[in-house]
């Protein structure tokens, strides 16, 4: 093997474990980095219990515009037209 062989097949085996970040955010979908899963009892219940919810949240209708940068420790508590939460998640 030549030299060249074996720097590539150092640098391809440095990168084999390397997940492409995505753009969606989606990645960041599975990880309960702000403890949104303790706050699921608050699905189905009026904004007003959002309120409780521990800093940093953000609570947002669907209509309403947010920024699309990704926090992993706030809480996101969407509401409906009702205002009735309808998911908590992190971000």
Known sequence: MT???ILAALLLAAC????????DGA??????????????GLI?????A???????KRIYRPDEAI???FNPL?????????DTI????CG
């Open 44 to 48: 189905g219940l009026d904004a007003a």
């Open 50 to 56: 959002a309120l409780a919810v521990p800093e940093p």
């Open 3 to 5: 030299r060249f062989s």
């Open 27 to 40: 990645s960041h979908a599975q990880a309960d980095t702000c403890g949104a899963a303790a706050q699921q």
């Open 16 to 23: 084999g474990g390397a997940v492409a970040p995505r753009m």
């Open 74 to 82: 706030r809480i996101n508590v969407q509401l409906d037209e009702t």
């Open 67 to 69: 920024t699309q940068d």
């Open 86 to 89: 309808i998911a908590v998640t």
